[in-house]
């Protein structure tokens, strides 16, 4: 991962130390604060109940980072889930723990049945995001390989699972600090499939490998995010186009029915609200 700020100052020192009398300036992409919110679901079914952590927060300038932020108001909502008792109800309302982060718990049931709502209230905003539970499959083996890629540092990470023959399964691969990896069963529906992955300088590193079913907006979601970050282009290059999720602004919405209707398509908040069965396993690499 480029290291933005660092870089440009390595730049700027360079040219000062080689000649005095030039003058360089950097234009930089400058953009209005905009809503980001990390709205990821883990359900693991052998779980009673389930808890789910939401982190908010604002963006800025291209180098600053994204700032947590309170929201007015987080509810998710399942208007399909029959609750179990007279004190149960079809809803979680969050509470924020800390700057930015907020909590909720509920039976596991309430996440794996239904259309699941995420409404958000923010500084006289309304946000709205829609998504379904999204199905995986089990990691059935994971090993340490003797190949490298790069380097001979480079640490191979064998898994094999076998893909669910019944539907089109879309799966993320977590492999902890920020690297991902998608894939979608095209070529080996209801078979058994092994890969590999490579960890830089992974010497007696423990990698938590998750592997998570999701449907296939979020894995085109996931896909674009994972080329902007790690594809071509160069440090300062501006992505393409913003990457947007699936949480909507609906404050001037005038149909309900037609999250395109609003009166400004640009303002929506960054980020996704998912709900992913998740299989989780770990290795200790040598």
Known sequence: MFDLKKLLFLLLLASLTFSCEDVIEVDTPISPPRLAIDALVRVDTGME?????????????????????????????????VPTSALDVPSIIMTEVAPGVYEGEKNTKFFTEGELQLAIEHQGQRYLALTSYA?????????????????????????????DGEINNFYLFDF????????????????????????????????????????????????????QAGGDQGPFQ?????????????????????FDNVEDSNNFALGYFAVCETYQTSIILE
Do not use: C, H, W
């Open 49 to 81: 109940t389930t808890k789910i952590t939401v982190k908010a927060g604002t963006t800025s300038s291209f180098f600053s980072e994204v700032e947590p932020t309170s929201l007015d108001q987080i509810v998710v909502n399942n208007p399909d889930y």
């Open 176 to 227: 902890g600090r920020g690297d991902y990896l998608v894939t979608e069963d095209e070529f080996y529906q209801g078979q058994s499939f092994s890969f590999s992955y490579f960890i830089e300088d992974g010497e007696g590193r423990k990698v938590d490998v998750a592997l998570l079913g999701v449907d296939e907006p979020f894995y085109n979601y996931m896909n674009q995010l994972i080329v």
């Open 238 to 258: 501006t992505p393409a186009a913003t990457v947007r999720g699936n949480i909507i602004n609906i404050t001037n919405i005038d149909n309900i029915n037609s």
């Open 135 to 163: 199905r995986s499959s089990r990691i059935d083996a994971i090993e340490q390989g003797d190949n490298s890629l790069f380097s001979e540092n480079d640490k191979e990470i064998k898994i094999s699972f076998t893909d």
